[in-house]
């Protein structure tokens, strides 16, 4: 599975970003999409993830502020962010999936900076 994720940037806090990611080299519809971020010297964590039935979740610390939604016709997998604070600034990635569990190809991810 090959990813491009896109949409990352600088942001005041309070401010709201949408990222997308562009899936391709196989069933699109059929995977689970998952967004990871990783913050300096920390570890790469799930965000939100949706199931090809497009149910969702998320981690506790975006609960209420982001919304993960895919379009089957494009291919892509979208992370709108809102209410974005400090704490949010991280590489993003995207990830896909199966009911075997997440696939090891990660792409090249996009920068969120979050600062005034």
């Known amino acids: 599975v090959q990813l491009q994720a896109s949409g990352g940037g600088l942001v005041h806090p309070g401010g709201s970003l949408r990222l997308s990611c562009a899936a391709s080299g196989t069933i699109f519809s059929i995977l689970t999409m998952g967004w990871y971020r990783q913050a300096p010297g920390m570890q790469r964590d799930l965000v939100a993830a949706?199931?090809?039935?497009?149910?969702?979740n998320y981690a506790d610390s975006v609960k209420g502020r982001f919304t993960i939604s895919r379009d089957n016709a494009k291919n892509t997998v979208y992370l709108q962010m809102n209410s974005l604070n400090p704490e949010d600034t991280a590489i993003y990635y995207c990830?896909?999936?199966?009911?075997?569990?997440?696939?090891?190809?990660w792409g090249q991810g996009t920068q969120v900076t979050v600062s005034s």
């Open positions: 949706i199931g090809s039935g497009g149910s969702t």
């Open positions: 990830r896909a999936g199966s009911s075997r569990g997440w696939y090891n190809d």
